[in-house]
């Protein structure tokens, strides 16, 4: 945090190219977060930028007495990313990752299978829960800064994360059968 704070300092007081030490240390985490938010991996460093960009811009404003510059950034991130689904309305591709240890073509159809029940799943979560697990499960924040972003008591997360774990288990159920 003392690191974070003399880089933010240095920006401040005109040495912006020591910004590109934040991108660095956070680019892929925000990244990653957006990309499982929106669904839409097209955009996701589009939005990212953005993101880095009213960062910079906002800079001055922040406050660490108030929150972590991670907080304050994943907020951003957080803001952003919902600004964008409700713009393009995102829909799921289905299109799941690929992985070429796969010998058997059947093997391969029963992932691709369960990578389409398990995106449409995260997709029909609510978004509240979606951000919620996804903050805690991908990127791995603490119950305390989840509430912080999201503006909520953190009893509100836990529920919520709770919540988006029966809903993705109910709509997994079966999985395991099939799968072997």
């Given at each position: 945090?003392?690191?974070?704070?003399?880089?933010?300092?240095?920006?401040?007081?005109?040495?912006?190219?020591?910004?590109?030490?934040?991108?660095?240390?956070?680019?892929?985490?925000?990244?990653?977060?957006?990309?499982?938010?929106?669904?839409?991996?097209?955009?996701?460093?589009?939005?990212?930028?953005?993101?880095?960009?009213?960062?910079?811009?906002?800079?001055?404003?922040?406050?660490?007495?108030?929150?972590?510059?991670?907080?304050?950034?994943?907020?951003?991130?957080?803001?952003?990313?919902?600004?964008?689904?409700?713009?393009?309305?995102?829909?799921?591709?289905?299109?799941?990752?690929?992985?070429?240890?796969?010998?058997?073509?059947?093997?391969?159809?029963?992932?691709?299978?369960?990578?389409?029940?398990?995106?449409?799943?995260?997709?029909?979560?609510?978004?509240?829960?979606?951000?919620?697990?996804?903050?805690?499960?991908?990127?791995?924040?603490?119950?305390?800064?989840?509430?912080?972003?999201?503006?909520?008591?953190?009893?509100?997360?836990?529920?919520?994360?709770?919540?988006?774990?029966?809903?993705?288990?109910?709509?997994?159920?079966?999985i395991d059968g099939d799968i072997q």
């Open positions: 945090m003392t690191e974070e704070t003399g880089i933010i300092r240095a920006v401040l007081e005109g040495d912006t190219e020591s910004f590109r030490l934040l991108v660095q240390r956070y680019q892929k985490p925000i990244i990653r977060m957006i990309a499982n938010l929106i669904n839409d991996r097209h955009t996701c460093e589009d939005i990212a930028q953005e993101v880095f960009l009213a960062a910079y811009k906002k800079l001055p404003t922040f406050d660490s007495a108030r929150s972590s510059f991670s907080t304050w950034l994943f907020t951003i991130a957080r803001n952003k990313s919902i600004n964008a689904m409700k713009k393009r309305r995102v829909s799921s591709t289905g299109n799941p990752p690929e992985n070429p240890d796969f010998s058997e073509p059947a093997d391969s159809l029963i992932r691709d299978e369960l990578f389409a029940k398990l995106d449409r799943a995260l997709q029909s979560l609510h978004p509240g829960h979606k951000r919620a697990l996804i903050m805690a499960e991908f990127e791995n924040l603490p119950y305390e800064q989840i509430a912080q972003i999201e503006g909520v008591r953190i009893g509100t997360i836990k529920s919520r994360i709770n919540r988006a774990k029966q809903r993705l288990r109910s709509a997994l159920d079966g």
